[in-house]
């Protein structure tokens, strides 16, 4: 990879950058899509599959570069933005397996050595989420707030049993609230799980890392065939009219995405991340 191009000096060692495997397309991408770097990704054929695939400058991907970036929040804020861009340019398409943001291999080869072993796997998982698309759902209960009558101040209290009665009587009141959210929300986990193909249930989001406000009760993703997803965002948005049952309870819809929750088998993560030695990391 040290060659020299005519009257230019070195060429800049460069890596090869992985978004998603899919199958071979039928429709073009949009002219103008870039990638990582500003770089227009291309495709890259084998076993039946396709790889979109982008030039890395080694001296940002190589893996102790790599580790110091994604300290860098501004870098890995950028490159996660141009991955995404890549996948979802793919996924307006076709439905592909998005694999891990900064996947790398050494050169092309051993993108189709990736591809050749993995052909089995890779065809099974787009089999699966052939023609679907992922939904996400959370929904978030918002704290308290003064202009609600059970955080109402309580007038001061007579006495201190008096006091430990007005402490019992808000956690109670706090309970039953926490209760019914949980309530409409594993209902309406169930109704979109039934007209969902599969749903995951993720972990709730932690607050202080997802900057959301409120506490995540329920943070879900079904995946949906593209020719119902209006119907299940009409079924999303009607539910939303029960959100009244509870004040202070919201209800998030996003996408479609890409299925990066169904592409794993059993549980397994299948996007995983490759080194500059083009095998892939455990």
């Known amino acids: 990879m040290n060659d020299e191009r005519q009257g230019d000096g070195p060429r800049e060692d460069v890596l090869t950058y992985v978004y998603a495997v899919c199958r071979p397309l039928t429709a073009p991408l949009a002219a103008d899509l870039t990638g990582v770097g500003g770089v227009p990704p291309h495709q890259i054929a084998h076993a039946g599959l396709v790889a979109l695939v982008g030039p890395v400058p080694e001296r940002d991907f190589a893996e102790a ?64 989420i052939d023609g679907r698309v992922e939904w996400g759902v959370k929904v978030h209960m918002d704290p308290v707030t003064s202009d609600e009558p059970s955080a109402a101040a309580p007038a001061k209290p007579a006495s201190g049993r008096d006091y430990l009665r007005s402490r019992r009587t ?33 972990a709730p989001q932690n607050q202080s890392l997802s900057r959301a406000p409120g506490r995540n009760i329920l943070n879900a993703a079904y995946l949906v065939p593209r020719a119902d997803s209006e119907e299940f965002v009409e079924l999303v948005d009607r539910t939303k009219d029960d959100e009244d049952e509870v004040h202070g309870l919201r209800v998030e819809l996003t996408g479609p995405w890409a299925a990066y929750s169904f592409t794993g088998d059993d549980g397994a993560d299948t996007g995983s991340a490759g080194t500059a030695d083009g095998k892939n990391r455990a």
């Not at 793919?90 to 050595?113: S, W």
């Not at 050749?116 to 699966?128: D, N, Q, S, T």
């Not at 039953?176 to 007209?195: I, N, S, T, Y």
């Open 65 to 128: 570069a790599l580790r110091a970036h994604l300290e860098d929040l501004d870098w890995l804020s950028d490159t996660a933005r141009a991955h995404q861009r890549a996948i979802d340019a793919l996924t307006a398409v076709t439905c592909p397996l998005p694999l891990r943001l900064a996947t790398v291999f050494r050169d092309d080869d051993g993108v189709r050595a990736m591809l050749e072993e993995g052909a089995e796997r890779f065809h099974r998982v787009l089999e699966r």
């Open 170 to 202: 808000q956690r109670t009141a706090q309970d039953e609230r926490w209760q019914v959210a949980e309530g409409f929300a594993r209902r309406l986990h169930d109704a979109l799980a039934r007209q969902a193909d599969d749903s995951r249930l993720h």
